[in-house]
């Protein structure tokens, strides 16, 4: 199946289910090859081969270079950014969501009505940001915004979720940054502690279950969880009777 260019298989999922002990050759085991392991790695007498730790690296550190990425604004303006992030935002009342709304605008977010952000959330560059109205933007969420964010209307994006646009080549010896946007549909709910990475799509009023990591994009009006998220089920809505 091929590799996504950020370096996960997005179509590992009827991979991840089955079980290991089907995929082992009884006679890789007693060489060391087995579920992964290659002949560098040594057996130790009544525990777990030992991985090899001193093997020289396969990248260069020293060879990066970010000079191609482009932050959207000068470097003043970032820091500038950075620093109102770190000392208005926390100081700014909790309930009191206008503020930071406004901020947020300021810097070039585009941020709609009546949208609720908590003051820990973190955006790092604001002005590739994208909420609609409504929205709700919880405690220690990040928006690691290298390449643009999109979140519709109505959605909930829960506590210590982590919206990841940059990754870096694994297959670069320079270790080369590579971004991806990601786009949150209307009426979605991602829960507490998830990670998105770069180039996913959330389908409008899905939900994607707490401390999910997501690697590939997710269908519309879907129940969605795991490491790696897969589809669960469907979502159905049962109204409920208004209270008088």
Not at 11 to 21: F, G, I, R, V
Not at 149 to 177: E, N
Not at 199 to 208: D, R
Request: proline share 8%; hydrophobic share 40%.
């Amino acid at each position: 199946m091929p590799d996504s260019k950020f370096g996960w298989n997005e179509n590992s999922m009827a991979e991840d289910e089955q079980d290991p002990a089907e995929l082992v050759n009884p006679k890789q085991v007693a060489n060391g090859h087995a579920l992964g392991r290659s002949a560098d790695w040594e057996a130790t007498s009544g525990s777990e081969a030992e991985p090899v730790l001193d093997a020289p690296p396969l990248v260069d550190l020293q060879r990066y270079d970010p000079r191609g990425f482009v932050r959207g604004r000068p470097g003043w303006v970032v820091m500038l950014w950075w620093l109102v992030q770190a000392i208005a935002f926390p100081l700014t009342l909790h309930s009191h969501h206008a503020p930071r709304r406004a901020l947020l605008r300021l810097f070039g977010a585009k941020i709609g009505r009546g949208v609720v952000i908590r003051p820990t959330a973190q955006f790092t560059y604001p002005w590739k940001v994208e909420i609609g109205d409504y929205s709700w933007v919880g405690d220690d969420v990040v928006f690691y915004s290298l390449a643009p964010i999109y979140v519709g209307t109505h959605c909930v994006i829960s506590q210590k979720t982590y919206l990841c646009t940059g990754s870096h080549d694994v297959t670069d010896p320079a270790f080369g940054l590579m971004t991806g946007a990601i786009a949150i549909g209307n009426g979605a709910w991602i829960a507490a502690d998830c990670f998105i990475a770069p180039g996913v799509k959330i389908g409008a009023n899905t939900v994607i279950g707490a401390r999910s990591a997501v690697f590939h994009s997710m269908p519309a009006q879907t129940l969605c969880w795991g490491s790696p998220c897969q589809v669960r089920g469907d979502r159905q809505i049962c109204p409920k009777p208004e209270l008088h």
